[in-house]
T-cell receptor, first 113, second 111 residues
Framework: DGGITQSPKYLFRKEGQNVTLSCEQN?????MYWYRQDPGQGLRLIYY???????QKGDIAEGYSVSREKKESFPLTVTSAQKNPTAFYLC????????????FGDGTRLSIL | SQQGEEDPQALSIQEGENATMNCSYK?????LQWYRQNSGRGLVHLIL?????REKHSGRLRVTLDTSKKSSSLLITASRAADTASYFC???????????FGSGTRLQVQP
């Protein structure tokens, strides 16, 4: 079955620590996205990538970093500079540009220890 | 502020009733999309309506789009307990290259 896999499902971060969230897709989609969702809120765009080796900042990129070395993979690193990282993180992909329907993974819930 | 905003924020109905959710947006769009999110899960794409379409159906879902009012509505007919979820509209606004999501409508369908 084609889809998007996010791991881990739950993640805990200590103060001053960087953590990396994994996102893998086997849909052969060019575009991938990372969103942050706070309780009872909508999704806010962190980073997106339209093609391998290229990515763009979204609305709330500060304190986060990404890479896109392979078409299938778009990992997100939450750095120690992100002072309020507790949230639900969602990865998505789409066939083409931003107007296309997006397929989502089941998210990673990040908490502070 | 958000490109899309849903109304109401929360809606509680009985099984078998219809549920209507509204979405307003600010800039011109190519299309508007609706998504569903079950608690603790990722979003699932429901339906896409293009800017030159006024109405679209998919099963028990009916979506309308009024570009003059910059608004859309999602109607779920004959609701079921399994329809309990949050529903989001999403658009790509002018100058952007990715979807912007509203804050969602939380629908509770009582069995």
């Amino acid at each position: 079955d084609g889809g998007i896999t996010q791991s881990p499902k739950y993640l805990f971060r200590k103060e001053g620590q960087n953590v990396t969230l994994s996102c893998e897709q086997n849909l052969n989609h060019d575009a991938m996205y990372w969103y942050r969702q706070d309780p009872g809120q909508g999704l806010r765009l962190i980073y997106y990538s339209q093609i391998v080796n290229d990515f763009q900042k979204g609305d709330i990129a500060e304190g986060y970093s990404v890479s896109r070395e392979k078409k299938e993979s778009f990992p997100l690193t939450v750095t120690s500079a992100q002072k309020n990282p507790t949230a639900f993180y969602l990865c998505a992909s789409s066939e083409g540009g931003g107007n296309q329907p997006q397929h989502f993974g089941d998210g990673t819930r990040l908490s502070i220890l | 502020s958000q490109q899309g905003e849903e109304d109401p924020q929360a809606l509680s109905i009985q099984e078998g009733e219809n549920a209507t959710m509204n979405c307003s947006y600010k800039t011109s769009i190519n299309n508007l999309q609706w998504y569903r999110q079950n608690s603790g899960r990722g979003l699932v794409h429901l339906i896409l309506i293009r800017s030159n379409e006024r109405e679209k159906h998919s099963g028990r879902l009916r979506v309308t789009l009024d570009t003059s009012k910059k608004s859309s509505s999602l109607l779920i007919t004959a609701s079921r307990a399994a329809d309990t979820a949050s529903y989001f509209c999403a658009t790509v606004g002018t100058g952007r290259r990715a979807l912007t999501f509203g804050s969602g409508t939380r629908l509770q369908v009582q069995p």
